[in-house]
T-cell receptor
Framework: GAVVSQHPSRVICKSGTSVKIECRSL??????MFWYRQFPKQSLMLMAT?????????EQGVEKDKFLINHASLTLSTLTVTSAHPEDSSFYIC???????????FGSGTQLSVL | DAKTTQPTSMDCAEGRAANLPCNHS???????VYWYRQIHSQGPQYIIH???NNETNEMASLIITEDRKSSTLILPHATLRDTAVYYC????????????FGAGTILRVKS
């Protein structure tokens, strides 16, 4: 199946710093990618829809200035957590679709720990 | 997106079939039923999806009732590695559509 690569798999940062997470579709082009967040023992929560060449669409309650999403090419979307705080510590997961009527494939996730 | 209802957890003996139910009574005519699973600390893995006909692949079978208000995911011979959270999601299969995850079912396969 299609491969979605996410990097880094784990990151620890100090409070107040910014962290960038990359999501790449390795063997297909993805016009749309999705970013999710998951807290321990909870389900995945959709944060935003990332569209290549345009602004991301954020879900209600997700701060767009806090979570910057850039989808500069058909194979790369990035999520930047700006001025991270301990409450931003979470498991962040991206996903992408290979094309019209194709299923969604997920990255392996990034565990962010903010000290 | 239509909501789904799944049992919180289930146990299954290794080697036996695991039958995971899902209720989606408000599903619309253009919405598909998707199943994903998530093993601890990993991204979700696609299992199977269907619209109204039963589907089977190398991983599982999906049985959808005639009225489409419920479905069952069947893992024919569960192994310990099938222990995971299983998510049933309904969503229209169109380009760019998002998947909204519910709480899922924790399946524990025991030896």
């Amino acid at each position: 199946g299609a491969v979605v690569s996410q990097h880094p798999s784990r990151v620890i940062c100090k409070s107040g710093t910014s962290v960038k997470i990359e999501c790449r579709s390795l063997d297909f082009q993805a016009t749309t990618m999705f970013w999710y967040r998951q807290f321990p023992k909870q389900s995945l929560m959709l944060m935003a829809t990332s569209n290549e060449g345009s602004k991301a669409t954020y879900e209600q309650g997700v701060e767009k200035d806090k979570f910057l999403i850039n989808h500069a090419s058909l194979t790369l979307s990035t999520l930047t957590v700006t001025s991270a705080h301990p409450e931003d510590s979470s498991f962040y997961i991206c996903s992408a679709r290979a094309g019209i009527n194709e299923k969604l494939f997920f990255g392996s996730g990034t565990q962010l720990s903010v000290l | 997106d239509a909501k789904t209802t799944q049992p919180t957890s289930m146990d299954c003996a290794e080697g036996r079939a695991a039958n995971l139910p899902c209720n989606h009574s408000t599903i619309s005519g253009n919405e598909y039923v998707y199943w994903y699973r998530q093993i601890h600390s990993q991204g979700p893995q696609y299992i199977i999806h269907g619209l109204k006909n039963n589907e089977t692949n190398e991983m599982a079978s999906l049985i959808i009732t005639e009225d489409r208000k419920s479905s069952t995911l069947i893992l024919p011979h569960a192994t310990l590695r099938d222990t995971a959270v299983y998510y049933c999601i309904v969503s229209p299969m169109e380009y760019g559509n998002k998947l909204v995850f519910g709480a899922g079912t924790i399946l524990r396969v025991k030896s």
